[in-house]
C-alpha cells in the first residue's frame, strides 16, 4: 500500500478523495457525482470525453462502480489520507485558472495556443502524452487568449499587417487587409524580438557605463573623504604652528618691552636720585647762606664768608633728556600694523581658501553649450580694473572699452600696475561658467589670467599667453595664434571683429568662438583650473582697442 502513488485514489476533478468511484470505457475512474455532471456539460455537443486523456464516447458511457477501488479508497481513509496532494494548488483572484477542472479550480500550469486553453498539470497530460497535441504551442499561463481570436470572423491570429501595424487573422487578408504587406506573426516576432535584443544590449550597456561611473563616484568620494580628512588635520597644524609663533612673537614683544622698561625707569631713577642729592646740598648751602646772611656783626660775617664751600656743578636741565609721553606707542602701532596686514592676508587668503573649496565639485557635469542661444545663458558683464591699466590704455565706456593711446595716462602708482606691456585685467573674478564677447579693432590678445600673474617688467612671467598662469589667443588682421606657457599654434577659421570666449573654470574647459553672422569654435582648452580666473586684453599698437559687448 505505501508503494502506491496516493494520486491514484484522487479525483481528477475534484481534487479528492475519490466518492463511489466509477470507471469509464478508457479506464480513468471519477467521482460517480463528477463524473455525470461532465456528461451532463457535454450532452449538448452529443459528443462526450474523458477529462484527463478526450477519447471521446458516442453514445453517453454507462458508469459502473470499480468495487476494488472503492475498496482501496475506505482503507486510505482510515489512514488519515484525506487532503489532497500538497503540489496540487488551487487558483486564486490573481492566478490563471485551469479551463477543464470542474468545482474548485487549480492553477493552470501552461496555456495552449491552439486550444485557447489553459490546463493544470492534470489536464495537461494529454498534450505531454498524445502525438494530436505535440505540435500545439504552449505558453506560461495567459489571461489573454481570447486576444488571439479575431473579434471579427473568430478566427485564430496568426498574421501580421505591416501596413496597418496590426495582428490579423487570414480572413482579414481577403477583406479590409488586402493588398498590404502581410507576414506571419512569427516571422514579425523574430525581427521585432531581434530589435528588441538590440536595444537590451544596448541598455545593458549603459547599465555597464553607469555602475562604472558609480564605482568612480564612490571611489571619488572616498578620495574626497580621504583628501577634506587630511586637509582637515594638516589645516589644523598648520594654525597651530601659527597661533605658536604668533605667540612666541607676543611673549618676545612683552620680554623685549618688560627689559626697556626696567632699562628706562633704573636710568630715570639713577638721574632722579642724583637730582634729589643736589637739592638736599643745594638746600644746606642755602641755610649756611641763610645764616650769614642774617648775622649783624660785620667783622663776623667778613670773617666767615671765604670759609663757605663752593657750590658743586649743577646738573642743569638741559642735561636730562625728557622724552615725550609716548614711550612705547611706536611698538603699539608696529603691532597694530602688523595686525592690519595679517588681517588683510588671511581675508584675501580666505576667499581663495573658500572659493577653492566650493569649486570642490563631484557632478555628473551638465553638457557644454552648441548654439549661441544656450552660451547666452551664462553671459556675464565684464569691467575692466583701472588699477591693472597699462600707463599707455585709456579706460571708457563705463570701464568696458580699453584703447592703445600715445599720451601718458595720469594713473597713480598701484602695485597691481602693469609697467611694460599694454594690459589690462577684470575686476570681475571668474569661479563658475560664463560666457563674454570682446568686439576688437587692430591687433590685441584677448585672454584670460590668474590674478597673481606678475605685473612688473617685460619678461614672459608678464605677458599673457607667454606664462603658466594665463592663456591668450592672438588675433591678427587674417589669422589667430593661442597661446600658453609661451607655446603658440597656429589657429585657422574665419575671421571677425568679434570674440567669443566661454569659460567653466570647474570642468576646466575654456573656448574662443569667432562671432559673425554664425558662430564658429576657434580653439578649445581642456586643463585642469586651480582658482579664478580673470579676464584681460593686451593692445598692440595706438588705436587699436577692445570693447566687452553685451551679447545680443
Request: glycine content about 4%.
Amino acid at each position: 500500500m505505501e508503494q502506491l502513488d496516493p494520486e491514484t485514489f484522487f479525483c481528477s476533478i475534484c481534487l479528492e478523495l475519490l466518492k463511489d468511484p466509477v470507471a469509464i470505457p478508457c479506464g480513468h475512474s471519477y467521482c460517480m457525482r463528477c463524473i455525470t455532471d461532465h456528461f451532463i456539460e457535454e450532452d449538448q455537443k452529443g459528443i462526450h470525453s474523458c477529462p484527463q486523456c478526450r477519447k471521446t464516447f458516442i453514445p453517453r458511457p454507462d458508469l459502473e462502480k470499480n468495487t476494488m477501488l472503492a475498496a482501496l479508497v475506505e482503507q486510505l481513509k482510515k489512514t488519515g489520507l484525506q487532503a489532497a496532494p500538497a503540489d496540487h494548488c488551487y487558483a486564486g483572484p490573481e492566478d490563471v485558472a485551469c479551463d477543464f477542472c470542474t468545482g474548485r479550480k487549480l492553477k493552470a500550469i501552461k496555456s495552449c495556443l491552439v486550444c485557447l486553453a489553459s490546463y493544470c498539470e492534470k489536464h495537461l497530460q494529454p498534450h505531454n502524452d498524445s502525438a494530436t497535441f505535440k505540435k500545439h504551442k504552449l505558453v506560461k499561463p495567459s489571461k489573454n487568449l481570447q486576444e488571439n481570436i479575431c473579434s471579427d470572423h473568430d478566427e485564430v491570429i496568426k498574421i501580421f499587417c505591416r501596413t496597418d501595424q496590426k495582428c490579423i487573422c487570414y480572413l482579414c487578408c481577403l477583406d479590409e487587409h488586402k493588398g498590404h504587406d502581410t507576414v506571419s506573426a512569427a516571422v514579425e516576432r523574430t525581427e521585432r524580438q531581434r530589435e528588441l535584443e538590440e536595444r537590451r544590449g544596448r541598455i545593458q550597456q549603459r547599465i555597464q557605463d553607469r555602475e562604472k561611473d558609480v564605482k568612480l563616484l564612490q571611489q571619488e568620494v572616498e578620495a574626497i573623504n580621504h583628501s577634506a580628512d587630511k586637509t582637515v588635520e594638516d589645516s589644523e597644524k598648520i594654525f597651530t604652528e601659527l597661533i605658536r609663533l604668533i605667540q612666541k612673537r607676543s611673549s618676545d614683544v612683552k620680554q623685549q618691552i618688560r627689559s626697556q622698561q626696567e632699562t628706562e625707569v633704573s636710568r630715570v631713577k639713577e638721574l632722579q636720585e642724583k637730582l634729589e642729592q643736589e637739592i638736599t646740598e643745594l638746600k644746606k648751602k642755602e641755610a649756611e647762606l641763610k645764616q650769614l646772611l642774617n648775622t649783624e656783626d660785620h667783622n663776623q660775617f667778613l670773617h666767615s664768608y671765604p670759609s663757605l664751600s663752593a657750590l658743586s656743578e649743577s646738573t642743569h636741565s638741559s642735561s636730562i633728556n625728557i622724552r615725550p609721553l609716548r614711550h612705547f606707542e611706536d611698538v603699539t602701532a608696529a603691532v597694530s600694523e602688523l595686525r592690519d596686514k595679517l588681517q588683510d592676508i588671511l581675508r584675501d587668503t580666505w576667499t581663495n581658501i573658500s572659493l577653492t573649496i566650493t569649486e570642490e565639485e563631484v557632478l555628473l557635469s551638465e553638457p557644454e553649450p552648441q548654439r549661441r542661444s544656450e552660451f547666452l545663458k551664462y553671459s556675464c558683464e565684464i569691467t575692466l580694473d583701472p588699477n591693472t591699466a597699462h600707463n599707455y590704455l585709456f579706460l571708457s565706456e563705463g570701464n568696458k572699452k580699453v584703447t592703445r593711446v600715445d599720451e601718458h595716462q595720469s594713473y597713480y602708482g598701484h602695485p597691481d600696475r602693469f609697467t611694460y606691456y599694454s594690459q589690462v585685467l577684470s575686476k570681475e573674478s571668474l569661479t563658475e561658467r560664463c560666457y563674454w564677447e570682446v568686439e576688437r579693432r587692430g591687433r590685441i590678445y584677448v585672454a584670460v589670467a590668474y590674478k597673481d600673474i606678475s605685473r612688473v617688467g617685460k619678461g614672459n612671467a608678464c605677458k599673457f599667453g607667454c606664462n603658466v598662469k594665463s592663456w591668450a589667443l592672438f588675433c591678427y588682421h587674417k589669422s589667430y595664434d593661442f597661446g600658453h606657457n609661451n607655446m603658440w599654434t597656429s589657429i585657422s577659421g574665419p575671421v571677425s571683429s568679434r570674440i567669443g570666449v566661454y569659460l567653466d573654470n570647474s570642468a576646466g574647459i575654456l573656448s574662443f568662438y569667432s562671432i559673425s553672422e554664425t558662430m564658429t569654435l576657434l580653439h578649445r582648452v581642456q586643463t585642469t583650473f586651480t582658482r579664478p580666473l580673470h579676464a584681460g586684453v593686451w593692445i598692440g599698437h595706438n588705436k587699436a582697442a577692445a570693447e566687452f559687448c553685451k551679447p545680443k
